[in-house]
């Protein structure tokens, strides 16, 4: 069978986790401490905080910019239910819109969806392919949004405008007009998930990138203490001598990266642009050019001018079919050996968002690209053999369910 996306677990990441814990320091310590530098240095941003997860990173920074009941936050139909979840979470209402052809969030819609209790937009850069950062940044820099828009808060006011999230949780090491992803948005979450690009077993990192008057430093200190339960020393630093009194200077969370995991990233991301990248590269391209020889697949964009993959998701959609077919085809595949997803079953069509009153039909875009989407796998250790196997299962499976012959 060949799986979707495992890990890449081998000799290296082995050693530095058992370093990590031979070192007697299994939470958040000098590795973390390295990882958060090395990311930052990655993506040239001022600071990035390590966390435990995407979710609890991004819901923490909700929390920070003070989201609540009463608020709204834009979020696209067509994403990962935590996305939206961490909104609920903040009492928060989620105003969904739909997306492009491009399975990335439709900058007019959300200029449709914008009102005076708008705080916060959370692109999503589906399958790792960069949202047009600089269409969002514009809209909410412009002289209606900021009339528009109304802070209940210090930080609010200081921003004096929407804030703008990214949920970069596919796009670690993706281009955005000639940048790494995470020096665009005020702040840019990645996921370091068990299944993603460059993972850490479970794990998020939050590039700081706030405008003047923020200093991005200080907010990353701030950050640090709230992902610590407001804890004003970590435990590192109370282990020096007679150090052991702290103040709780707010209600803080608990979602701070440990060292063990940091170990594994570590690792990662010193193969992840001469190693990790080219890889999944080239399976794109060996997909891309596969399926671009059949008139009824569609390939997903993945390069542009301005805009280049992280190479996270293939997000191949097969023409012209039905939702009762795009299952039976994968079910074709997987009788294949062959595993398979779909990104996403769009938030209207899952139970907490229905019983919510977010309708399916208000999302065409959404909708069509879910009915005929089937991702493939794509992971380092995936073989050019393997790659062919995937193709003649798709082709394979395609020709059985609708009884044709591929051109
Ligand atoms: C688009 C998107 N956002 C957020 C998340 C949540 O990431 P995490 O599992 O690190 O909390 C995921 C996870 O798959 C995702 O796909």
């Not at 996305?83 to 959300?110: E, L, P, Q, T, W």
């Not at 589906?126 to 109304?150: E, K």
């Amino acid at each position: 069978m060949i799986p979707f996306s495992p890990p890449r677990i081998d000799q290296a990441i082995i050693d530095e986790v058992t370093a990590a814990l031979q070192s007697g320091w299994i939470t958040t310590g000098p590795r973390t401490k390295q990882f958060e530098k090395e990311i930052a240095a990655y993506c040239d941003v001022p600071a990035v905080l390590a966390v435990n997860s995407w979710t609890s990173g991004a819901e923490m920074l909700l929390r920070w910019f003070g989201i609540k009941e009463g608020d709204e936050v834009i979020v696209p139909a067509y994403t990962y239910c935590a996305s939206a979840n961490i909104v609920v979470h903040c009492g928060a209402k989620v105003v969904m819109v739909d997306v492009g052809d491009d399975f990335c969030i439709n900058v007019d819609a959300i200029k449709k969806a914008i009102t005076k209790n708008t705080k916060a937009i959370l692109p999503v850069d589906i399958g790792g392919y960069p949202v047009d950062y600089n269409a969002i940044m514009g809209m909410v820099q412009s002289d209606d949004c900021r009339t528009l828009f109304t802070p209940n808060n210090e930080r609010q006011q200081h921003l004096g405008r929407i804030l703008v999230l990214n949920d970069a949780a596919h796009s670690f090491g993706a281009i955005h007009e000639g940048k790494k992803v995470g020096t665009s948005c005020d702040f840019t979450v990645f996921s370091f998930h068990a299944v993603k690009n460059l993972t850490t077993a479970e794990g998020g990192g939050i590039c700081i990138n706030l405008p003047a008057p923020f200093d991005n430093l200080e907010i990353y200190k701030e950050l640090n203490i709230l992902s610590l339960h407001g804890q004003n020393k970590d435990a590192l630093a109370k282990v020096q001598k007679g150090n052991w009194e702290y103040d709780v200077v707010d209600a803080g969370y608990k979602c701070n990266m440990t060292d063990i995991l940091a170990a594994i990233g570590l690792v990662e991301l010193k193969r992840y642009d001469s190693e990790t990248l080219p890889q999944r590269k080239h399976i794109f391209e060996k997909y891309a050019k596969a399926f671009a020889t059949y008139d009824w697949c569609i390939v997903p964009a993945y390069k542009s001018e301005w805009r280049e993959s992280s190479y996270h998701l293939f997000l191949l959609r097969i023409k012209g079919i039905t939702l009762d077919q795009r299952n039976e085809i994968i079910q074709s595949i997987f009788n294949q050996d062959v595993s398979v997803n779909v990104h996403y079953k769009p938030l209207p069509l899952l139970t907490a968002y229905a019983s919510r009153g977010y309708k399916m039909d208000d999302y065409p875009v959404a909708k069509a690209l879910w009915e005929s989407e089937i991702t493939l796998p794509v992971y380092y250790g995936l073989s050019d053999k393997n790659i062919d196997t995937v193709i003649h299962a798709v082709v394979n499976a395609y020709q059985s369910v609708m009884k044709t012959v591929a051109i």
